[in-house]
């Protein structure tokens, strides 16, 4: 496809900013829409065509956002919708388009379509708007056996009063009560939302929890399940709420108000990525993508593969051959706010997906954890996704190799996983932690200043940071040649100068077991994703007449015929 006729989604280079983590302008240790237009600078360097602003609107904060308690305003703690607005003009001095993340599966029990749904009595309008049931055994038994995918039981009783007797579903935690879509007004308020932002220039939204969105309408018992399960895994496994017809229905809808919008406005281009856990499951890509749903779908399987080239390999190839036929290009990411940073995942020497994997600790392993070579693997993966077709989708932080904080005190963690657990899963919080952007540990390492002209000091960030943070930093980072931060600009020029240019297609190549090869038109992408150099034939015809035009080690391919080990080339005719 030539790149004139593409549209702009499709093989964008998208920047995720976790809001409360990325720069506090106020000095009051959260994050804030200020900060990210304070350093729009360092996005920009990274040459990105879009940032992905995780939930900012008004929220009590349970799920950090993804508990929304109004959907058509910006929470105070980061701002007000002017400071949005000034946000989206200041993104587009830099050419960066601004993407939300719609959360239509649920609501925050604050929210006052849910208040109302509490005070209103059984069979009310109120409560249809989301899945309020009579409980069994005469109210004091949650009407069917679904669990929560954070932990507990899916229901909680509306109160003690045995004349109510219900229950509300809410799939993730209590604090996060389900929608029911079949309902008119649900329906017309998501309709609502995305013309209010599509109206203050968003370009787009990641769609949360794709999954669990629809319902059987009977809502039967959940099947037995065979075998040791997670507990954080049962809720995936529930056939009555994942993945349901029910739930296309809702993206046919959403698709048709982004079309109709278009319509109206001619020259916008408007696009909805989904997020969804279809791991191994690559034709759910092509079911999802249907030309009236998602224009995109996250592909989760190369984020959770271990540093093995067969696994590499089947999760880069599986979507691309599932898409091929559809005109849909991927959509990659090696990292988001839900998942153990890469540099720590494949710096276990043993790292492995478990053929049970849960949303958080998915490539678990007790080995200690060897950061230098994590993020020499991290950074061949990088080459490996720059160089794909489809849109590549970062999360602040990698342009730096953050690790994962694991040591964050019991008594600082705030993922709702972690209490709802019991302490047993710990959660999301190590890659949530706040951003390094200097050395200097008077301001969180510059992730907090003070507000102009105050010189009291800055409140301590949400998160702790590591005593490390600072060498970790911007700062440290643009000054040290090769650092990972001088990569990620490297590859987003190599991505505009050699691989957009290329078909939205690739195909793999044989070089050999234990290179993973990959064939974009003129571009040929070799990793070696081994602990020793594998020779390399450069006879080969894929190979011939072309040249090196990126490397992720110091040295490049020598004139001899060997790849070093966990690195990643690029040959271009
Ligand atoms: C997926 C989001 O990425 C995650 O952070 C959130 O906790 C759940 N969906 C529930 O909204």
């Not at 710990?426 to 949530?432: I, K, N, V, W, Y």
Request: aromatic residues 10%; charged residues 25%; negative net charge.
């Amino acid at each position: 496809m030539a790149s004139e006729s593409r549209r702009w989604w499709q093989d964008a280079l998208v920047y995720q900013v976790y809001v409360r983590s990325f720069a506090d302008a106020d000095g009051d240790g959260i994050g804030d829409l200020e900060g990210i237009r304070s350093r729009l600078g360092h996005i920009a360097s990274l040459g990105v065509d879009a940032l992905w602003l995780n939930p900012c609107y008004p929220s009590p904060q349970r799920d950090h956002g993804y508990d929304v308690s109004d959907y058509v305003d910006i929470h105070r703690e980061y701002g007000s919708l002017e400071l949005f607005d000034a946000l989206v003009a200041d993104a587009a001095t830099h050419g960066i388009k601004v993407l939300m993340d719609l959360v239509p599966s649920h609501c925050s029990n604050e929210h006052p379509w849910f208040r109302a749904a509490l005070a209103a009595a059984p069979g009310s309008a109120e409560r249809a708007r989301f899945y309020f049931r009579d409980g069994q055994d005469d109210g004091r038994a949650p009407p069917n056996n679904w669990q929560a995918a954070f932990g507990g039981s899916a229901w909680t009783r509306v109160d003690d009063d045995p004349a109510d007797g219900q229950w509300y579903l809410g799939t993730f935690t209590p604090h996060q009560p389900d929608f029911d879509h079949t309902n008119a007004d649900v329906q017309q308020m998501f309709v609502d939302v995305f013309e209010f932002w599509f109206d203050r220039g968003v370009e787009g939204f990641r769609v949360d929890a794709v999954a669990p969105t629809g319902k059987h309408p009977d809502l039967p018992d959940q099947p037995p399940i065979d075998g040791d399960i997670d507990i954080l895994d049962i809720t995936w496994l529930n056939p009555h709420t994942v993945f349901r017809p029910e739930g296309h229905a809702v993206w046919r809808d959403f698709r048709a108000t982004l079309a109709a919008y278009e319509a109206r406005h001619p020259g916008r281009e408007l696009m909805m990525v989904a997020e969804a856990y279809v791991v191994r499951r690559p034709e759910l890509l092509r079911k999802f993508t249907r030309p009236d749903e998602f224009h995109q779908m996250f592909n989760f399987d190369l984020m959770l593969s271990p540093w093995e080239p067969t696994s590499i390999a089947r999760a880069l190839h599986d979507p691309l051959d599932i898409l091929a036929d559809t005109g849909v290009t991927p959509a990659w990411t090696l990292n988001n706010h839900d998942i153990q940073r890469i540099v720590t995942r494949l710096g276990r020497a043993d790292a492995h997906l478990p053929e049970s994997w849960t949303n958080n600790n998915l490539v678990s392993s007790g080995a200690d954890v060897d950061l230098a070579l994590g993020e020499r693997r991290a950074r061949a993966m990088a080459a490996l996704v720059f160089a794909l077709p489809g849109s590549l989708y970062l999360y602040q932080g990698e342009e730096l190799a953050l690790p994962e904080v694991l040591d964050i005190p019991d008594d600082r963690r705030t993922d709702p996983i972690f209490a709802l657990t019991a302490g047993a899963t710990t959660g999301r919080d190590g890659c949530r932690v706040p951003l390094p952007w200097t050395t200097d540990p008077a301001t969180s390492y510059g992730f907090s200043s003070p507000p102009a002209g105050d010189q009291a000091p800055v409140d301590e960030p949400w998160l702790p940071q590591p005593a490390d943070w600072g060498d970790r930093s911007v700062a440290v980072e643009e000054r040290r040649a090769g650092s990972t931060l001088h990569l990620y600009r490297e590859l987003s020029a190599a991505r505009r100068a050699h691989a957009n240019s290329q078909p939205l297609a690739a195909r793999a190549l044989e070089l050999g077991r234990d290179l993973v090869a990959v064939a974009r038109g003129d571009l040929v992408v070799v990793v070696n994703a081994t602990s020793a150099p594998v020779d390399i034939d450069l006879a080969h015809p894929a190979l011939t007449d072309t040249t090196v035009v990126l490397s992720t080690t110091e040295q490049p391919t020598p004139s001899g015929s060997t790849i070093a080990a966990d690195s990643t080339i690029w040959f271009c005719r």
